[in-house]
Each structure stands twice: as structure tokens, then as C-alpha cells.
């Protein structure tokens, strides 16, 4: 039997960058993310889409434009792992 080990696929490539990114430096809009190196605005864009509606990452309105928030993990009352919502972390929901 031959085993292959397939690498990650780019989105998973892209969407580690960001998690990296928004731990070491916090919240960052989109147009900050694209300047990591080898990331480009609409991949920034499809990640941060894909991550949101996972509630990895969450929007928070700046101004005329968005930060991009990195959700941490919390421990739930039962014990198991949940990612906390908008309004526990005391984010304004967006319309």
C-alpha cells in the first residue's frame, strides 16, 4: 500500500496566516492582511468570509471601514470547547 501525504491546500494555507496574523498583531482590517507576504486582497477576502461564517473570526466596524477580530476558543459551562458569539465579545453586531 502506498501512503501519499497530500500538503494543505492553499486555503488552508491562507486561512493559518491570518489566525497567525490577527494573534501576533490583533485586530487588522483586510487591506493589512493583504501586505502579508504572498497573500493578495481577495484571497484576504474569501478566508476572512470562510472564517467569519466558521465564527473564527468576526467584523467589527471602524470608522467607514471593518477590523477583522480573531475569536479565541472559551471554555463553555458543560466543559467543551465553543467559539464565543458578537455579543460576548462585546462586538456591535452588523446589519
Known sequence: MNATIESPGPSILTDEKIIAA?????????????????????????????????????LRRIGLGYQVVYNQAVLSPSGSLSQPSAIDAGTPLLD
Open 22 to 58: 490577527l494573534k501576533k498583531g490583533g485586530p487588522l482590517t483586510i487591506e493589512e492582511m493583504s501586505s502579508i507576504p504572498g497573500m493578495s486582497w481577495v484571497r484576504v477576502f474569501s478566508a476572512v468570509d470562510r472564517l467569519s461564517r466558521s465564527g473564527v473570526v468576526s
